[in-house]
């Protein structure tokens, strides 16, 4: 099935001025394709309302925060992604700004795959387990669970499928998806996972002990991170995070419910070469 309608999303400080934006919409209107311009935030959240799945495609011109934010946008609709990078590193916005019409036209014959990654799904509920109004979000790459201002230590549990795992004192914890394992769990010594696997990765942040050992999980195990009150009866500053955005705040004894969510990221793949050869070229540059 052919796509008809694309839809462009742009890294607003690396495009400013939609000129790049406004000429790949020019080329594949050239092409018989319809295209359409989000680049304000109304303009985005409308867009989220028009995406018809596979008939349609999010390019997104930026580095992989433009991609998580299309993910967001396009979670719920099965609509494919295809990154152009014009950011630093780009594991996820695979073609490179200087080849984008040859990727389009090899879009406009159908010559890609779809990649589906997985998603995960949180939500918070305070001590006697009540959810908060809107303390949910769903992740791509990963919910991070961590501090919000001072040098405050966080002590949390970990239990997995109803069984106590874990208790950590550290400055946060990361629950990471294989598509996460290169973005800030890499950063904090999480090992690098081939993206299209299905697993969940806890990997503590600057841990109080000498374990700071990540442990990968099945994508079936359901997780709860329980925070613990601070010590010295301080009042906890700690906030969970959804891809680096959609921040809640954390008070004592809440628990924070994750879990493989039945979204998926749809990006779209033009090269053949292996995650290794892109890891390898990433890392060596």
């Not at 795992?165 to 950063?187: E, K, P, V, W």
């Not at 628990?255 to 493989?260: A, Q, T």
């Amino acid at each position: 099935m052919s796509i008809e309608r694309f839809f462009i999303i742009a890294n607003r400080g690396k495009d400013s001025k939609q000129e790049l934006s406004r000429q790949i919409c020019e080329f594949l209107e050239s092409k018989g394709k319809a295209c359409e311009i989000a680049f304000t935030e109304v303009e985005r959240q409308n867009m989220r309302g028009k995406l018809r799945g596979n008939l349609d495609c999010l390019l997104v011109l930026g580095g992989d925060g433009t991609v998580l934010e299309a993910a967001h946008l396009a979670a719920d609709t099965g609509t494919p992604i295809l990154g152009i990078n014009i950011g630093n590193v780009g594991y996820l916005a695979e073609v490179e700004v200087q080849n984008w019409e040859q990727a389009l036209r090899r879009v406009l014959v159908g010559s890609y795959e779809i990649e589906n990654r997985m998603m995960l799904d949180g939500f918070v509920t305070d001590s006697n387990r009540y959810p908060y109004p809107g303390a949910f979000g769903h992740a791509l790459n990963d919910i991070v669970i961590t501090r919000n201002r001072g040098l405050q230590v966080l002590d949390f549990n970990v239990i997995v499928d109803g069984q106590f795992l874990n208790r950590y004192s550290a400055d946060g914890i990361i629950i990471a998806t294989a598509t996460g394992s290169t973005a800030y769990s890499m950063s904090a010594g999480g090992p690098i996972v081939e993206p299209k696997a299905r697993l969940i990765m806890l990997t503590p942040i600057s841990p109080h002990t000498l374990n700071n050992r990540s442990i990968v999980l099945s994508a079936a195990d359901r997780i709860t991170i329980e925070v613990i009150p601070p010590r010295n009866g301080k009042k906890l500053s700690a906030e969970c995070v959804f891809d680096g955005n959609g921040n809640i705040s954390l008070h004592s004894g809440d628990k924070i419910n994750i879990s493989s969510s039945v979204r998926t990221t749809h990006l779209i793949r033009l090269n053949q070469r292996s995650f290794l050869e892109t890891l390898h070229k990433k890392i060596s540059s």
